[in-house]
């Protein structure tokens, strides 16, 4: 299985840039597709983006296509999410986690991390 913990966020204007990253404990983790998530306030959580186990094929919600890039680095157990022209409505918390397809969740969630994006 594969434990992810989120980091990176943090608070920027509209416009900005931000990183996440999502380090996953588990010896197997460059076996699994991985995605990320995320839930604004009063919101169902929701499919962002996904990466096959060889980093190979991405996928992307229409909403952040061609401001976000998914990656990976299965040497260090990492996955990240390079967030561009951050709009105030990607305002949420972002979890990752394993994926079975790109909008299905596999294993557990993390603690996620903040993203505030201000106008």
């Known amino acids: 299985q594969v434990q992810p913990v989120e980091s990176g966020g943090g608070l920027v204007q509209a416009g900005g840039s931000l990183r996440l990253s999502c380090a996953a404990s588990?010896?197997?983790?460059?076996?699994?597709?991985m995605g990320w998530f995320r839930q604004a306030p009063g919101k169902e959580r929701e499919f962002v983006a996904a990466?096959?186990?060889?980093?190979?094929?991405?996928y992307y919600a229409d909403s952040v296509k061609g401001r976000f890039t998914i990656s990976r680095d299965n040497a260090k157990n990492t996955v990240y999410l390079q967030m561009n022209s951050l709009k105030p409505e990607d305002t949420a918390v972002y979890y990752c986690?394993?994926?079975?397809?790109?909008?299905?969740?596999?294993?557990?969630w993390g603690q996620g991390t903040q993203v505030t994006v201000s106008s």
């Open positions: 990466i096959s186990w060889s980093g190979g094929t991405t």
């Open positions: 986690n394993a994926v079975r397809t790109p909008g299905t969740p596999l294993g557990s």
């Open positions: 588990g010896r197997t983790f460059s076996s699994y597709h």
